[in-house]
T-cell receptor, first 112, second 113 residues
Framework: DAKTTQPNSMESNEEEPVHLPCNHSTISGTDYIHWYRQLPSQGPEYVIHGLTSNVNNRMASLAIAEDRKSSTLILHRATLRDAAVYYCILRDPGGSQGNLIFGKGTKLSVKP | ETGVTQSPTHLIKTRGQQVTLRCSSQSGHNTVSWYQQALGQGPQFIFQYYREEENGRGNFPPRFSGLQFPNYSSELNVNALELDDSALYLC????????????FGEGSRLTVL
């Protein structure tokens, strides 16, 4: 399975935008890019996913590079509740649907 | 709409014992997967059940087994517990085969002494 590389940690100020990068240079043409986050003492929570085009939802935006070898999760205005570990995951639709391969993710700290 | 619920939330066992963890999937979901999350690590895939059959398994030994029931709830059983089995066990449910969203429960924290 293709792997992803994320920074171990990032800091942000409350109400400022946050850009969380992810590198996936070995991504295959059929891999979807998924983002999940895990708040302290909770299970992971789906954030967003995409294949080629940029995607927006109520939680965040996903910007995908033209060559698909990297992507960026964008939180438009960070709140204290956004402090979590963010996981970037590649998912092959032909594989077992529940099989998400999590790395260590990026721990996001948000300062008031 | 009821979310994914897991029980028990916390439990303590000793080495060599057996444990059963339970998961109720979100309403309308027919696929359940289980993950193990050691402290400071990302979750690791154990296996997945779809319509009561195991249809995917990660790198875990056979002493990790599971069941899915007709109402799509699920159990994870671990035999001959080892100290390294201490972890948060997460259940996730989803529907169908499309690469969409998984809904996770809050997990069962297992401590093996």
């Amino acid at each position: 399975d293709a792997k992803t590389t994320q920074p171990n940690s990032m800091e942000s100020n409350e109400e400022e935008p946050v850009h969380l990068p992810c590198n996936h240079s070995t991504i295959s043409g059929t891999d979807y890019i998924h983002w999940y986050r895990q708040l302290p003492s909770q299970g992971p929570e789906y954030v967003i996913h995409g294949l080629t085009s940029n995607v927006n939802n109520r939680m965040a935006s996903l910007a995908i590079a033209e060559d698909r070898k990297s992507s960026t999760l964008i939180l438009h205005r960070a709140t204290l509740r956004d402090a979590a570990v963010y996981y970037c995951i590649l998912r092959d639709p032909g594989g077992s649907q529940g099989n998400l391969i999590f790395g260590k993710g990026t721990k996001l700290s948000v300062k008031p | 709409e009821t979310g994914v619920t897991q029980s028990p939330t916390h439990l303590i066992k000793t080495r060599g014992q057996q444990v059963t963890l339970r998961c109720s999937s979100q309403s309308g979901h027919n696929t359940v997967s289980w993950y193990q999350q050691a402290l400071g690590q990302g979750p690791q895939f154990i296996f997945q059940y779809y319509r009561e059959e195991e249809n995917g398994r990660g790198n875990f030994p056979p002493r990790f087994s599971g069941l899915q029931f007709p109402n799509y709830s699920s159990e994870l059983n671990v035999n001959a517990l080892e100290l390294d089995d201490s972890a948060l066990y997460l259940c996730a449910s989803s529907f169908g085969a499309s690469p969409g969203e998984l809904f996770f429960g809050e997990g069962s924290r297992l401590t093996v002494l």
